[in-house]
Protein backbone atom coordinates (compact mmCIF):
# COMPACT_ATOMS: atom_id res chain seq x y z
CA UNK A 1 0.00 0.00 0.00
CA UNK A 2 1.37 3.44 -0.60
CA UNK A 3 2.24 5.61 1.92
CA UNK A 4 0.88 9.14 2.33
CA UNK A 5 5.06 10.00 2.99
CA UNK A 6 6.76 10.93 -0.01
CA UNK A 7 10.21 10.20 2.76
CA UNK A 8 10.29 8.84 5.71
CA UNK A 9 13.17 7.78 7.89
CA UNK A 10 13.61 5.36 11.02
CA UNK A 11 15.64 5.91 13.84
CA UNK A 12 18.84 7.59 12.08
CA UNK A 13 21.80 8.11 13.55
CA UNK A 14 24.99 9.01 12.15
CA UNK A 15 28.58 9.94 13.99
CA UNK A 16 31.30 11.64 12.55
CA UNK A 17 33.84 10.60 14.72
CA UNK A 18 33.86 7.41 17.29
CA UNK A 19 32.28 9.11 20.42
CA UNK A 20 31.00 12.46 18.67
CA UNK A 21 27.53 11.08 17.47
CA UNK A 22 26.01 14.17 15.09
CA UNK A 23 22.36 12.25 14.53
CA UNK A 24 20.07 10.47 17.07
CA UNK A 25 17.11 8.79 16.20
CA UNK A 26 15.64 10.78 13.70
CA UNK A 27 12.69 10.22 12.47
CA UNK A 28 11.16 12.63 9.80
CA UNK A 29 8.19 12.27 8.04
CA UNK A 30 7.50 14.10 4.66
CA UNK A 31 3.39 13.67 3.91
CA UNK A 32 3.37 14.04 -0.13
CA UNK A 33 2.53 17.62 -1.46
CA UNK A 34 3.87 19.16 1.90
CA UNK A 35 6.63 22.17 2.36
CA UNK A 36 8.25 20.43 5.33
CA UNK A 37 10.52 23.28 6.82
CA UNK A 38 13.45 21.62 8.46
CA UNK A 39 14.87 24.02 11.22
CA UNK A 40 17.58 24.31 13.15
CA UNK A 41 20.53 26.54 14.15
CA UNK A 42 24.05 25.89 12.73
CA UNK A 43 25.51 22.50 13.10
CA UNK A 44 22.40 21.35 14.84
CA UNK A 45 22.44 18.39 11.92
CA UNK A 46 20.52 19.35 8.93
CA UNK A 47 23.12 18.88 6.40
CA UNK A 48 24.13 15.54 7.56
CA UNK A 49 20.64 14.61 7.38
CA UNK A 50 20.20 15.52 3.85
CA UNK A 51 23.46 14.33 2.73
CA UNK A 52 22.30 11.23 3.98
CA UNK A 53 18.43 11.62 2.28
CA UNK A 54 20.68 11.74 -1.35
CA UNK A 55 22.68 9.06 -0.26
CA UNK A 56 25.83 11.71 -0.06
CA UNK A 57 27.04 9.90 3.16
CA UNK A 58 27.06 6.08 4.18
CA UNK A 59 24.05 5.40 6.17
CA UNK A 60 25.38 3.93 9.54
CA UNK A 61 22.34 2.91 11.35
CA UNK A 62 18.52 3.48 10.77
CA UNK A 63 16.24 3.39 7.57
CA UNK A 64 15.36 5.60 4.66
CA UNK A 65 12.54 5.31 2.60
CA UNK A 66 11.69 7.35 0.11
CA UNK A 67 8.93 7.14 -2.85
CA UNK A 68 8.01 3.56 -0.68
CA UNK A 69 11.50 2.34 -1.66
CA UNK A 70 14.32 2.07 0.72
CA UNK A 71 17.37 4.64 -0.73
CA UNK A 72 20.00 2.06 -0.08
CA UNK A 73 18.16 -1.14 -2.24
CA UNK A 74 17.31 1.50 -5.74
CA UNK A 75 19.29 4.64 -5.11
CA UNK A 76 20.03 5.50 -8.66
CA UNK A 77 16.25 5.48 -9.97
CA UNK A 78 14.88 7.19 -6.31
CA UNK A 79 17.76 9.66 -7.19
CA UNK A 80 15.64 10.27 -10.80
CA UNK A 81 12.99 11.86 -9.11
CA UNK A 82 14.96 14.36 -7.08
CA UNK A 83 16.24 17.43 -7.02
CA UNK A 84 18.70 18.75 -4.52
CA UNK A 85 20.61 22.25 -3.99
CA UNK A 86 23.30 20.76 -0.70
CA UNK A 87 24.46 23.69 1.01
CA UNK A 88 26.47 26.28 -1.26
CA UNK A 89 24.88 26.60 -4.95
CA UNK A 90 26.96 24.07 -6.85
CA UNK A 91 27.87 24.45 -10.60
CA UNK A 92 30.44 25.27 -13.29
CA UNK A 93 31.51 28.71 -13.35
CA UNK A 94 33.18 28.59 -16.67
CA UNK A 95 29.86 27.45 -18.53
CA UNK A 96 26.81 29.34 -19.02
CA UNK A 97 23.71 28.71 -17.55
CA UNK A 98 22.58 26.87 -20.87
CA UNK A 99 25.07 24.44 -20.16
CA UNK A 100 25.67 24.12 -16.73
CA UNK A 101 22.03 22.55 -17.29
CA UNK A 102 23.30 20.80 -20.43
CA UNK A 103 26.05 19.11 -18.26
CA UNK A 104 23.54 16.87 -16.31
CA UNK A 105 20.37 16.76 -18.80
CA UNK A 106 21.14 13.56 -20.45
CA UNK A 107 22.05 11.88 -16.78
CA UNK A 108 18.46 12.79 -15.75
CA UNK A 109 17.16 11.74 -19.36
CA UNK A 110 15.30 15.12 -20.23
CA UNK A 111 14.54 16.38 -23.53
CA UNK A 112 16.45 19.92 -24.63
CA UNK A 113 13.28 21.81 -23.96
CA UNK A 114 13.61 21.14 -20.58
CA UNK A 115 16.57 23.32 -20.01
CA UNK A 116 14.06 26.35 -21.40
CA UNK A 117 11.33 25.53 -19.38
CA UNK A 118 13.53 25.70 -16.05
CA UNK A 119 15.19 28.71 -17.07
CA UNK A 120 12.21 30.55 -17.68
CA UNK A 121 11.05 29.36 -14.51
CA UNK A 122 13.88 30.84 -12.41
CA UNK A 123 14.27 33.92 -14.50
CA UNK A 124 17.20 33.28 -15.90
CA UNK A 125 16.50 32.65 -19.84
CA UNK A 126 17.97 35.61 -20.97
CA UNK A 127 21.98 35.52 -19.51
CA UNK A 128 23.15 34.51 -22.55
CA UNK A 129 26.61 33.64 -23.27
CA UNK A 130 27.91 35.25 -19.42
CA UNK A 131 29.63 32.53 -17.53
CA UNK A 132 27.80 31.45 -14.61
CA UNK A 133 30.50 32.52 -12.28
CA UNK A 134 30.16 36.08 -13.28
CA UNK A 135 26.29 36.07 -12.09
CA UNK A 136 25.43 37.52 -8.56
CA UNK A 137 24.55 35.53 -5.74
CA UNK A 138 20.70 35.75 -6.23
CA UNK A 139 20.96 34.20 -10.49
CA UNK A 140 23.67 31.47 -8.68
CA UNK A 141 21.10 30.60 -6.37
CA UNK A 142 18.45 30.50 -8.99
CA UNK A 143 20.70 28.40 -11.08
CA UNK A 144 21.15 26.14 -8.22
CA UNK A 145 17.59 25.81 -8.10
CA UNK A 146 16.97 25.55 -11.85
CA UNK A 147 19.63 22.50 -11.97
CA UNK A 148 17.43 20.79 -8.82
CA UNK A 149 14.15 20.98 -10.80
CA UNK A 150 15.51 19.69 -14.41
CA UNK A 151 14.82 16.38 -13.70
CA UNK A 152 11.22 17.17 -13.05
CA UNK A 153 10.83 16.34 -9.56
CA UNK A 154 8.59 14.74 -7.83
CA UNK A 155 11.23 15.93 -4.14
CA UNK A 156 12.79 19.05 -3.86
CA UNK A 157 15.27 18.98 -1.50
CA UNK A 158 16.72 22.81 -0.21
CA UNK A 159 19.62 23.21 2.03
CA UNK A 160 19.80 26.48 3.51
CA UNK A 161 18.76 28.20 0.23
CA UNK A 162 18.28 31.87 1.33
CA UNK A 163 21.63 32.12 2.48
CA UNK A 164 23.38 34.97 1.40
CA UNK A 165 19.91 36.17 -0.34
CA UNK A 166 19.19 40.12 0.42
CA UNK A 167 15.45 40.55 1.55
CA UNK A 168 13.97 40.79 -1.99
CA UNK A 169 15.86 37.34 -3.35
CA UNK A 170 14.41 35.77 -0.11
CA UNK A 171 10.96 36.73 -1.09
CA UNK A 172 11.90 35.84 -4.69
CA UNK A 173 12.61 32.71 -3.97
CA UNK A 174 9.54 31.92 -1.61
CA UNK A 175 7.43 32.63 -4.15
CA UNK A 176 9.21 30.45 -6.50
CA UNK A 177 9.34 27.45 -4.09
CA UNK A 178 4.99 28.00 -3.11
CA UNK A 179 4.79 28.02 -7.05
CA UNK A 180 6.11 25.06 -7.61
CA UNK A 181 4.87 23.50 -4.67
CA UNK A 182 1.24 24.75 -5.58
CA UNK A 183 1.32 24.58 -9.53
CA UNK A 184 3.11 22.01 -10.33
CA UNK A 185 2.52 19.46 -7.19
CA UNK A 186 6.27 19.15 -5.99
CA UNK A 187 7.15 18.01 -2.12
CA UNK A 188 9.62 20.12 -0.80
CA UNK A 189 12.23 20.06 2.21
CA UNK A 190 13.40 23.31 2.59
CA UNK A 191 16.26 23.60 5.38
CA UNK A 192 16.94 26.43 7.53
CA UNK A 193 18.25 28.10 10.84
CA UNK A 194 15.99 30.97 10.81
CA UNK A 195 12.15 29.71 10.98
CA UNK A 196 10.92 33.54 10.29
CA UNK A 197 12.52 32.88 7.29
CA UNK A 198 10.52 29.60 6.22
CA UNK A 199 7.34 30.09 8.76
CA UNK A 200 5.59 31.97 5.67
CA UNK A 201 5.52 29.18 3.58
CA UNK A 202 6.33 25.86 5.03
CA UNK A 203 2.79 23.77 5.61
CA UNK A 204 4.94 21.27 7.74
CA UNK A 205 7.95 21.53 10.37
CA UNK A 206 10.80 19.46 11.49
CA UNK A 207 12.89 21.22 14.53
CA UNK A 208 16.32 19.60 14.89
CA UNK A 209 18.84 20.39 17.56
CA UNK A 210 21.61 18.67 18.97
CA UNK A 211 21.35 15.95 16.27
CA UNK A 212 17.77 15.48 18.03
CA UNK A 213 14.38 16.20 16.55
CA UNK A 214 12.15 18.68 18.97
CA UNK A 215 8.99 18.54 16.82
CA UNK A 216 7.89 17.62 13.78
CA UNK A 217 4.03 18.44 12.89
CA UNK A 218 2.31 20.76 10.86
CA UNK A 219 2.05 24.73 11.41
CA UNK A 220 -0.93 24.45 13.50
CA UNK A 221 0.06 21.84 15.51
CA UNK A 222 3.30 23.95 16.22
CA UNK A 223 1.37 26.84 17.14
CA UNK A 224 -0.95 25.11 19.29
CA UNK A 225 2.19 23.65 21.11
CA UNK A 226 2.99 27.21 21.08
CA UNK A 227 -0.03 28.18 23.08
CA UNK A 228 0.67 25.42 25.95
CA UNK A 229 4.30 26.17 25.94
CA UNK A 230 3.56 30.20 26.88
CA UNK A 231 5.29 32.01 29.98
CA UNK A 232 5.26 34.35 31.74
CA UNK A 233 8.27 36.51 32.79
CA UNK A 234 8.85 37.31 36.29
CA UNK A 235 11.25 39.41 38.31
CA UNK A 236 10.22 39.86 42.16
CA UNK A 237 12.09 41.43 45.55
CA UNK A 238 12.93 37.80 46.61
CA UNK A 239 12.77 35.17 43.25
CA UNK A 240 13.34 32.37 45.78
CA UNK A 241 10.24 32.62 47.35
CA UNK A 242 8.43 33.51 44.60
CA UNK A 243 9.31 30.52 43.03
CA UNK A 244 8.18 28.20 45.97
CA UNK A 245 4.41 29.99 46.46
CA UNK A 246 4.10 29.32 42.55
CA UNK A 247 5.49 25.94 42.39
CA UNK A 248 2.29 24.88 40.73
CA UNK A 249 3.78 27.22 37.52
CA UNK A 250 6.19 25.22 37.15
CA UNK A 251 9.46 28.20 37.51
CA UNK A 252 12.08 28.03 35.42
CA UNK A 253 15.15 30.23 36.09
CA UNK A 254 16.64 31.75 33.39
CA UNK A 255 19.85 34.35 34.05
CA UNK A 256 18.53 36.65 37.02
CA UNK A 257 14.71 36.63 35.93
CA UNK A 258 12.14 33.11 35.98
CA UNK A 259 9.66 32.34 34.32
CA UNK A 260 5.99 30.54 34.05
CA UNK A 261 4.29 28.13 32.95
CA UNK A 262 0.40 29.73 32.30
CA UNK A 263 -2.44 29.48 30.36
CA UNK A 264 -4.62 32.78 30.45
CA UNK A 265 -4.91 36.13 31.65
CA UNK A 266 -6.95 35.11 34.52
CA UNK A 267 -3.72 32.98 35.76
CA UNK A 268 -1.72 36.56 35.61
CA UNK A 269 -3.90 37.80 37.83
CA UNK A 270 -4.18 34.75 40.23
CA UNK A 271 -0.30 34.56 40.00
CA UNK A 272 -0.20 38.38 41.21
CA UNK A 273 -2.26 38.07 43.84
CA UNK A 274 -0.48 35.17 45.28
CA UNK A 275 2.79 37.51 45.28
CA UNK A 276 1.02 40.02 46.97
CA UNK A 277 -0.61 37.72 49.84
CA UNK A 278 3.37 36.84 49.92
CA UNK A 279 4.49 40.38 50.39
CA UNK A 280 6.40 40.07 47.85
CA UNK A 281 7.35 43.06 45.17
CA UNK A 282 6.63 42.69 41.67
CA UNK A 283 9.14 44.32 39.61
CA UNK A 284 8.15 42.48 36.44
CA UNK A 285 5.13 40.59 35.01
CA UNK A 286 5.33 40.27 31.37
CA UNK A 287 4.05 37.45 28.81
CA UNK A 288 6.83 36.01 26.76
CA UNK A 289 6.83 37.08 23.03
CA UNK A 290 4.17 34.89 21.55
CA UNK A 291 6.00 33.97 18.08
CA UNK A 292 7.41 31.09 16.36
CA UNK A 293 11.04 32.49 16.46
CA UNK A 294 10.48 32.64 20.12
CA UNK A 295 9.61 29.71 20.46
CA UNK A 296 12.22 27.99 18.66
CA UNK A 297 14.79 29.96 20.64
CA UNK A 298 13.20 29.09 23.78
CA UNK A 299 13.06 25.14 22.87
CA UNK A 300 16.65 25.19 21.40
CA UNK A 301 17.71 26.88 24.34
CA UNK A 302 16.84 25.34 27.21
CA UNK A 303 18.55 22.04 25.65
CA UNK A 304 21.47 23.89 24.96
CA UNK B 1 24.55 3.81 -21.86
CA UNK B 2 25.17 4.81 -18.53
CA UNK B 3 28.85 5.01 -19.04
CA UNK B 4 28.24 6.94 -22.00
CA UNK B 5 25.61 9.42 -20.69
CA UNK B 6 28.63 9.86 -18.03
CA UNK B 7 31.34 10.27 -20.26
CA UNK B 8 29.18 13.17 -22.23
CA UNK B 9 29.06 14.84 -19.00
CA UNK B 10 32.41 14.69 -17.86
CA UNK B 11 33.51 15.95 -21.57
CA UNK B 12 30.89 18.92 -21.58
CA UNK B 13 32.75 19.91 -18.27
CA UNK B 14 35.56 20.45 -19.82
CA UNK B 15 34.45 23.19 -22.12
CA UNK B 16 36.27 26.63 -22.14
CA UNK B 17 39.18 24.88 -19.36
CA UNK B 18 42.59 25.07 -18.85
CA UNK B 19 42.67 20.97 -19.64
CA UNK B 20 42.06 22.01 -22.95
CA UNK B 21 44.36 25.11 -23.95
CA UNK B 22 46.46 22.95 -21.98
CA UNK B 23 46.00 20.02 -24.43
CA UNK B 24 46.43 22.09 -27.70
CA UNK B 25 48.84 24.73 -26.80
CA UNK B 26 51.22 21.52 -25.10
CA UNK B 27 50.88 19.94 -28.13
CA UNK B 28 52.30 22.81 -30.26
CA UNK B 29 56.02 23.57 -28.25
CA UNK B 30 57.77 20.16 -29.62
CA UNK B 31 57.02 20.54 -33.22
CA UNK B 32 57.28 24.70 -32.57
CA UNK B 33 60.64 23.93 -31.33
CA UNK B 34 61.20 21.74 -33.88
CA UNK B 35 60.23 23.61 -36.38
CA UNK B 36 62.67 26.45 -35.11
CA UNK B 37 64.99 23.82 -35.42
CA UNK B 38 64.91 22.69 -38.74
CA UNK B 39 64.70 26.27 -40.31
CA UNK B 40 67.77 27.45 -38.28
CA UNK B 41 70.26 24.63 -38.77
CA UNK B 42 73.28 25.91 -41.15
CA UNK B 43 74.47 21.92 -41.61
CA UNK B 44 72.35 20.30 -44.67
CA UNK B 45 69.63 17.78 -42.83
CA UNK B 46 70.44 15.19 -44.65
CA UNK B 47 73.72 14.69 -42.92
CA UNK B 48 72.30 15.24 -39.36
CA UNK B 49 70.40 12.39 -39.50
CA UNK B 50 71.18 8.84 -40.76
CA UNK B 51 67.62 8.87 -42.69
CA UNK B 52 65.64 11.27 -43.76
CA UNK B 53 62.73 10.41 -41.38
CA UNK B 54 64.45 10.09 -38.54
CA UNK B 55 64.18 13.88 -37.46
CA UNK B 56 60.27 13.04 -37.13
CA UNK B 57 61.74 10.92 -33.83
CA UNK B 58 64.63 12.35 -32.53
CA UNK B 59 64.00 15.35 -31.22
CA UNK B 60 60.29 14.87 -32.31
CA UNK B 61 58.19 12.44 -31.17
CA UNK B 62 60.61 10.84 -28.69
CA UNK B 63 60.78 14.14 -26.14
CA UNK B 64 57.19 14.23 -26.38
CA UNK B 65 56.77 10.60 -25.70
CA UNK B 66 59.55 10.20 -22.77
CA UNK B 67 59.42 14.27 -21.70
CA UNK B 68 56.39 16.17 -22.24
CA UNK B 69 53.83 13.33 -22.06
CA UNK B 70 54.13 12.35 -18.32
CA UNK B 71 54.19 16.13 -17.01
CA UNK B 72 51.19 16.91 -19.16
CA UNK B 73 49.65 13.52 -17.70
CA UNK B 74 50.88 14.89 -14.46
CA UNK B 75 49.17 18.45 -14.76
CA UNK B 76 46.16 17.18 -16.75
CA UNK B 77 44.85 14.56 -13.95
CA UNK B 78 45.05 17.83 -11.08
CA UNK B 79 42.99 19.88 -13.25
CA UNK B 80 40.64 17.64 -14.71
CA UNK B 81 39.68 16.50 -10.90
CA UNK B 82 40.16 20.65 -9.49
CA UNK B 83 36.92 21.32 -11.84
CA UNK B 84 34.77 19.68 -9.26
CA UNK B 85 36.89 20.76 -6.63
CA UNK B 86 37.13 24.59 -7.36
CA UNK B 87 33.36 24.32 -8.14
CA UNK B 88 32.30 22.81 -5.15
CA UNK B 89 30.24 20.44 -7.49
CA UNK B 90 31.38 16.89 -5.80
CA UNK B 91 28.12 17.14 -4.08
CA UNK B 92 25.97 17.94 -6.81
CA UNK B 93 27.44 15.02 -8.87
CA UNK B 94 26.83 12.34 -5.89
CA UNK B 95 23.62 13.20 -5.53
CA UNK B 96 22.12 13.02 -9.17
CA UNK B 97 21.60 9.56 -10.83
CA UNK B 98 24.89 8.06 -11.59
CA UNK B 99 26.61 5.46 -9.89
CA UNK B 100 29.99 6.41 -8.29
CA UNK B 101 31.83 3.91 -10.76
CA UNK B 102 30.55 5.48 -13.94
CA UNK B 103 31.52 8.92 -12.60
CA UNK B 104 34.82 7.53 -11.76
CA UNK B 105 35.21 5.79 -15.30
CA UNK B 106 33.68 8.41 -17.21
CA UNK B 107 36.47 10.99 -15.76
CA UNK B 108 39.06 8.56 -15.83
CA UNK B 109 37.87 8.18 -20.02
CA UNK B 110 38.05 11.54 -20.42
CA UNK B 111 41.23 11.86 -18.89
CA UNK B 112 42.28 9.26 -21.02
CA UNK B 113 40.88 10.61 -24.48
CA UNK B 114 42.56 14.23 -23.62
CA UNK B 115 45.93 12.16 -23.45
CA UNK B 116 45.59 10.45 -27.03
CA UNK B 117 44.30 13.85 -28.41
CA UNK B 118 47.28 15.41 -26.85
CA UNK B 119 49.55 12.83 -28.78
CA UNK B 120 47.49 12.34 -31.61
CA UNK B 121 48.36 16.17 -32.17
CA UNK B 122 52.02 16.22 -31.21
CA UNK B 123 52.10 13.31 -34.14
CA UNK B 124 50.22 15.31 -36.45
CA UNK B 125 51.55 18.88 -36.01
CA UNK B 126 55.19 17.11 -36.33
CA UNK B 127 53.90 15.73 -39.85
CA UNK B 128 53.23 19.06 -40.97
CA UNK B 129 56.33 20.57 -39.46
CA UNK B 130 58.32 18.38 -41.45
CA UNK B 131 56.10 18.59 -45.06
CA UNK B 132 56.58 22.34 -44.37
CA UNK B 133 60.59 21.75 -44.02
CA UNK B 134 60.09 19.39 -47.09
CA UNK B 135 58.89 22.31 -49.01
CA UNK B 136 61.18 24.94 -48.24
CA UNK B 137 64.13 22.41 -48.61
CA UNK B 138 62.30 19.97 -51.26
CA UNK B 139 66.06 18.49 -51.85
CA UNK B 140 65.71 16.46 -49.04
CA UNK B 141 62.84 14.66 -51.08
CA UNK B 142 60.62 13.06 -48.41
CA UNK B 143 57.88 12.70 -49.88
CA UNK B 144 59.73 9.95 -52.32
CA UNK B 145 61.26 8.20 -49.11
CA UNK B 146 59.24 5.19 -47.77
CA UNK B 147 57.55 6.37 -44.13
CA UNK B 148 57.33 3.60 -41.18
CA UNK B 149 53.51 3.91 -40.23
CA UNK B 150 53.41 0.33 -38.65
CA UNK B 151 56.27 1.76 -36.53
CA UNK B 152 54.85 4.70 -35.73
CA UNK B 153 51.56 3.25 -34.64
CA UNK B 154 53.13 0.39 -32.84
CA UNK B 155 55.17 3.44 -30.88
CA UNK B 156 51.67 5.47 -30.34
CA UNK B 157 49.93 2.58 -29.25
CA UNK B 158 52.71 1.18 -26.02
CA UNK B 159 53.11 4.77 -25.36
CA UNK B 160 49.74 4.77 -25.11
CA UNK B 161 49.48 1.98 -22.93
CA UNK B 162 52.23 2.71 -20.77
CA UNK B 163 51.21 5.98 -19.96
CA UNK B 164 48.03 4.77 -18.42
CA UNK B 165 49.79 3.26 -15.60
CA UNK B 166 51.03 7.17 -14.99
CA UNK B 167 47.52 8.70 -15.16
CA UNK B 168 45.94 6.35 -13.17
CA UNK B 169 48.16 7.02 -10.26
CA UNK B 170 47.98 10.63 -10.77
CA UNK B 171 44.19 10.02 -11.47
CA UNK B 172 43.89 8.23 -7.63
CA UNK B 173 46.32 11.05 -6.02
CA UNK B 174 44.02 13.85 -7.52
CA UNK B 175 40.88 12.69 -6.45
CA UNK B 176 42.32 12.29 -3.15
CA UNK B 177 43.48 15.32 -2.10
CA UNK B 178 41.49 18.62 -1.97
CA UNK B 179 44.83 20.56 -2.62
CA UNK B 180 46.07 20.52 -6.04
CA UNK B 181 49.39 21.06 -5.07
CA UNK B 182 49.94 17.54 -3.18
CA UNK B 183 49.36 14.96 -6.68
CA UNK B 184 51.28 17.95 -8.73
CA UNK B 185 54.01 18.16 -6.63
CA UNK B 186 54.28 13.94 -5.74
CA UNK B 187 54.08 13.68 -9.50
CA UNK B 188 56.73 15.74 -10.43
CA UNK B 189 59.09 14.11 -7.97
CA UNK B 190 58.36 10.65 -9.18
CA UNK B 191 58.98 11.83 -12.76
CA UNK B 192 62.05 13.47 -12.00
CA UNK B 193 62.97 10.42 -9.98
CA UNK B 194 62.10 8.32 -12.88
CA UNK B 195 64.38 10.57 -15.51
CA UNK B 196 67.35 10.03 -12.81
CA UNK B 197 66.80 6.18 -12.92
CA UNK B 198 67.19 6.55 -16.78
CA UNK B 199 70.25 9.11 -16.72
CA UNK B 200 72.00 8.55 -14.06
CA UNK B 201 71.05 4.77 -11.82
CA UNK B 202 71.52 2.94 -14.81
CA UNK B 203 72.41 -0.39 -13.46
CA UNK B 204 69.08 -0.43 -11.21
CA UNK B 205 65.90 -2.42 -12.06
CA UNK B 206 63.52 -0.01 -13.69
CA UNK B 207 60.57 -2.58 -14.59
CA UNK B 208 58.44 -1.34 -11.26
CA UNK B 209 58.82 2.32 -11.38
CA UNK B 210 56.26 3.68 -14.02
CA UNK B 211 57.45 6.91 -14.17
CA UNK B 212 60.36 5.57 -15.84
CA UNK B 213 58.29 3.75 -18.50
CA UNK B 214 57.95 6.37 -21.09
CA UNK B 215 61.61 7.19 -21.46
CA UNK B 216 62.53 3.35 -21.51
CA UNK B 217 60.45 3.69 -24.57
CA UNK B 218 62.93 5.88 -26.19
CA UNK B 219 65.96 4.42 -25.47
CA UNK B 220 66.48 1.34 -27.81
CA UNK B 221 69.15 -0.23 -24.95
CA UNK B 222 65.75 -0.94 -23.43
CA UNK B 223 64.27 -2.40 -25.83
CA UNK B 224 64.26 -6.07 -24.98
CA UNK B 225 62.22 -4.87 -21.40
CA UNK B 226 59.18 -3.34 -23.89
CA UNK B 227 56.98 -6.87 -23.37
CA UNK B 228 57.38 -6.60 -19.09
CA UNK B 229 56.42 -3.22 -19.06
CA UNK B 230 53.75 -3.67 -20.91
CA UNK B 231 52.85 -6.19 -18.78
CA UNK B 232 53.66 -4.38 -15.81
CA UNK B 233 52.07 -1.11 -17.09
CA UNK B 234 48.45 -3.51 -17.17
CA UNK B 235 49.23 -4.50 -13.99
CA UNK B 236 49.57 -1.41 -12.47
CA UNK B 237 47.13 0.24 -14.03
CA UNK B 238 44.47 -2.24 -12.64
CA UNK B 239 45.41 -2.28 -9.10
CA UNK B 240 45.74 1.68 -9.10
CA UNK B 241 42.17 1.97 -11.03
CA UNK B 242 41.07 -0.37 -8.08
CA UNK B 243 42.31 1.39 -5.30
CA UNK B 244 41.92 5.04 -6.65
CA UNK B 245 37.76 3.24 -7.18
CA UNK B 246 37.56 2.53 -3.50
CA UNK B 247 39.40 5.07 -2.22
CA UNK B 248 36.78 7.55 -4.64
CA UNK B 249 34.03 5.60 -2.74
CA UNK B 250 34.73 5.60 0.43
CA UNK B 251 35.28 8.94 0.69
CA UNK B 252 32.69 10.32 -0.93
CA UNK B 253 30.84 11.89 1.90
CA UNK B 254 34.22 14.20 2.59
CA UNK B 255 34.73 15.65 -0.73
Known amino acids: MMSNYVLQT???CYNYAKDVQTLFDINLQVPKGSIYGFIG??????????????GL????KGSIRIFDKELKDDRINILKKIGALIENPSFYGHLTARENLEVYRNVYGVDKDRIEEVLQLVDLSD????????????????LAIALALLPNPQLLILDEPTNGLDPNGIIELRELIKKLNQELHITIIISSHILAEVEKMVTHLGIIFKGKMLFQGTLHELHSFQHNQARLNLNTSDNAKAAKVLQAFSPEYTHESFSLAYSGMKQIAEINRTLMHNDIDVYLLQPKANNLEELFIDMTTRLS | MSLAITFRSELLKTKRTSAIYLTVLGALIVPAIKLDELLTVTEPLAKMYTYPWEFYYKNGLHIVMGLLLPFYMILMTTLLTQIEYRNNTWKQVFSSPQSEFMVFLGKFLSLQLLIVSFLLL???LLFVVILLVNVIDPQLGLMSQSFDW???????????????????IQFWMSLRFRNFILPLAIGITLWFVGLMFIFEYKTLSKEWFPYSYLMM???????HLHGTLLLN????????????????????GKV
Do not use: E, W
Open chain 2, 217 to 223: LVFPDYA
Open chain 1, 10 to 12: KDL
Open chain 1, 41 to 54: PNGSGKTTTLSLLL
Open chain 2, 122 to 124: NAV
Open chain 1, 57 to 60: MRMQ
Open chain 2, 150 to 168: QHLIKTLGKTLLLSTTVSS
Open chain 1, 127 to 142: TGNKKARHFSLGMKQR
Open chain 2, 233 to 252: ALLFTGVFLLIGFFDFKRRK
